[in-house]
């Protein structure tokens, strides 16, 4: 049934219709009966997240620059619109063909915050497929996932068919092929599941069998399969200078969060934050060329029509030639009128050479993620800049004219004590008196500090995952000992809601039993659960309690280095012995050197070499 009229026909109804339409410039159309693969690409947050992901926007050109592949977006829609396909039966659909999502050989999430797995459930039942895999009998629709939060898969795993673990550009050709290849010789789900465990990278959690012990730990994890490994290793692209990148984006026709180009410059990290999920999944550290990011960035710029291009990356000024990088761009963005965002700036190499730069690309302020109010906290989570650095870059800001300063901290860090929460305060306040102390006739106008405070959660694969999340109620402690010492009102605090994070810390560290708790949220009507209008903690209770299982028991409970963790089964090339080491040095307060200074021995230089890999020892 072709939908097209009827859907705009409803449109006018909902807010921001151009959600939903489809048709923006860059969109790929194809004929579908000279396609071999259909691929919907679910992003399961609204479309203003999902456009602005460029994770999305790789993996989309790249399958559809196969003659054979056709891969179309679909996003989660807000309740206003979901009422209306509901009310209208129309099921959910993608945006290029305005098919629904049953129609789909192959139907992806990628997985970026844990806080929209719901959403996963939503869409898989507004487009009218089975919601647990088990009901799922023919070949098609098979249901994959990836992205960051697969490092622990296993509370999606009633949901899920097939993960992929690590980066996506290489696998998810090889496994659509594989599809291609079953599809056409009229294979089943079993013979295509059982071939695709081979594939390195893929993990196909109904071949692995789990039994746990009397405390509720996890006592086994072994495959029920010749084909499945004991153990899952992560896929990497070793040669990222050139690696994929599309020549064009799909240009909406709405704003949504991030409506600019996006270059990615270098992928991983040198510098070890033991809080950091990103820093330890993504390793090793690469980075592309000079010349490769220049051509990049003046492709998408002049295919999408984008006056703005931003430098995607962790640390986008620990790339070993960022000078160069600037000066060179700089030839082509000024020539054009193109702004250039630095998202991702270290403190300790914030030199007058970039900050010259940034006072010609970024006027609203400068933001700076300190984590920690103390030295000690600071040397604790291994965040390697001093109270010193930051006021010299703070120095060198407000001498530059700038004026608004934003300041990120976590609460709840292991060993953290009301000296450090107190150390946020006499930091945010040494930096007011930085401001006061530059002459007038070099600072700007009026001065404004944010201190912004989330609670920290503890993830797998770094050395923090045997931690316990802080109680509710020693958060709010801490929060309100805060903004006692906040005594200016040139300083400006926000906070992180509690329950959020109890959550996200559940679903982060969950095991397979999980699944269950998920699935009864959903069906209590959890969803967009990331937007505080939408999030209903209480259901969220009612669920795991109805499942036997116990929030605390997942996010409060510190864990023993031996203990079988959901994850172990899944290789990230990072060592649990790095991890135990690292854990224990943060107990000391001692911190580890980055990798650009020399290897510490993590275990990604024994899989892959990036620039800082196999180097120094």
């Excluded at 004590?417 to 007038?440: C, M, N, S, V, W």
Aim: net charge negative.
């Amino acid at each position: 049934m072709n939908y097209k009229e009827k859907i705009e026909q409803l449109l006018l109804s909902v807010q921001k219709p151009a959600r939903y339409i489809g048709g923006e410039h860059g969109s790929v159309i194809k004929d579908k009966s000279k396609i071999d693969v259909r691929f919907a690409f679910c992003f399961p947050d609204v479309y203003d997240i999902g456009m602005s992901h460029l994770g999305m926007k790789i993996l989309y050109a790249l399958k559809n620059k196969r003659e054979n592949f056709w891969c179309e977006r679909c996003f989660m829609v807000e309740k206003d619109y979901k009422q209306v396909l509901i009310d209208n039966d129309i099921p959910l659909y993608c945006l290029e063909s305005l098919d629904p999502l049953y129609e789909f050989d192959m139907i992806g999430f990628t997985l970026q915050y844990e806080l929209s797995y719901t959403n996963i459930l939503s869409m898989l039942s507004l487009g009218r497929v089975p919601v647990l895999k088990k009901d799922r009998k023919d070949l098609a629709p098979i249901v994959v996932a990836g992205g960051p939060c697969v490092c622990n898969p296993e509370p999606l795993v009633d949901f899920i068919d097939i993960f992929i673990i690590g980066e996506g550009e290489e696998v998810n050709l090889e496994l659509m092929d594989l599809y291609s290849e079953v599809k056409k010789r009229n294979g089943t789900r079993q013979e295509f599941l059982r071939l695709a465990a081979k594939i390195e990278g893929i993990y196909v959690p109904e071949f692995y069998d789990v039994t746990y012990n009397d405390d509720g730990t996890l006592h086994s994890f072994t495959p029920n399969i010749p084909e499945a490994p004991a153990k899952i290793k992560k896929r990497v692209i070793a040669d990222f200078d050139n690696v994929y990148f599309p020549e064009y984006f799909v240009v909406p026709y709405t704003s949504i969060v991030h409506d600019r180009s996006v270059v990615e410059v270098l992928r991983g990290c040198i510098r070890g934050c033991r809080f950091c999920q990103a820093g330890f999944i993504y390793r090793p550290f690469r980075e592309k060329s000079v010349d490769k990011i220049k051509s990049e960035t003046k492709s998408l710029c002049e295919q999408t029509g984008y006056d703005e291009v931003s430098l995607s990356s962790l640390s986008t000024s620990d790339h070993t030639k960022i000078a160069e990088l600037l000066r060179t761009l700089a030839d082509y963005t000024d020539a054009e009128n193109v702004s250039l965002s630095l998202p991702s700036l270290r403190i300790d190499n914030f030199s007058d050479e970039l900050l010259e730069r940034l006072k010609t690309i970024r006027k609203s302020g400068l933001t700076f993620a300190c984590e920690a109010g103390t030295q000690r906290l600071r040397d604790v989570i291994n965040k390697n800049i001093t109270e010193e650095e930051i006021l010299s870059t703070c120095r060198t800001a407000f001498e530059g004219g700038y004026t608004t300063v934003k300041l990120y901290f976590m609460l709840g860090l292991p060993t953290e004590t009301d000296e450090d929460i107190e150390g946020i305060a006499q930091l945010a306040h040494k930096i007011l008196d930085a401001y006061f102390e530059t002459p007038r006739e070099l600072r700007g106008g009026s001065i404004q500090i944010s201190v912004s405070t989330a609670t920290f959660v503890p993830k797998p694969f770094t050395p923090f995952e045997f931690e316990p999340q802080a109680t509710a109620e020693e958060i709010d402690r801490k929060q309100k000992l805060l903004v006692r010492r906040l005594q200016s009102k040139k300083i400006k605090l926000s906070t992180h809601q509690d329950d959020t994070s109890i959550l996200e810390a559940c679903l982060a560290k969950g095991d397979r039993r999980m699944s269950k708790a998920v699935y009864n949220a959903w069906l209590k009507g959890c969803e967009l659960d990331s937007w505080s209008e939408h999030f209903h903690f209480e259901k969220w209770q009612e669920a795991f309690d109805e499942c036997g299982l116990d929030m605390a028991f997942y996010a409060n409970r510190k864990r023993d280095y031996d203990e079988l963790m959901p994850w172990d089964h899944l290789d990230y090339l990072v060592s649990k012995r790095f991890l135990i080491s690292e854990n224990k040095k943060a107990h000391e307060a001692r911190t580890t050197r980055n990798c650009k200074e020399g290897c510490s021995g993590c275990g990604i230089d024994k899989c892959y070499g990036g620039v800082y890999c196999g180097g120094k020892h």
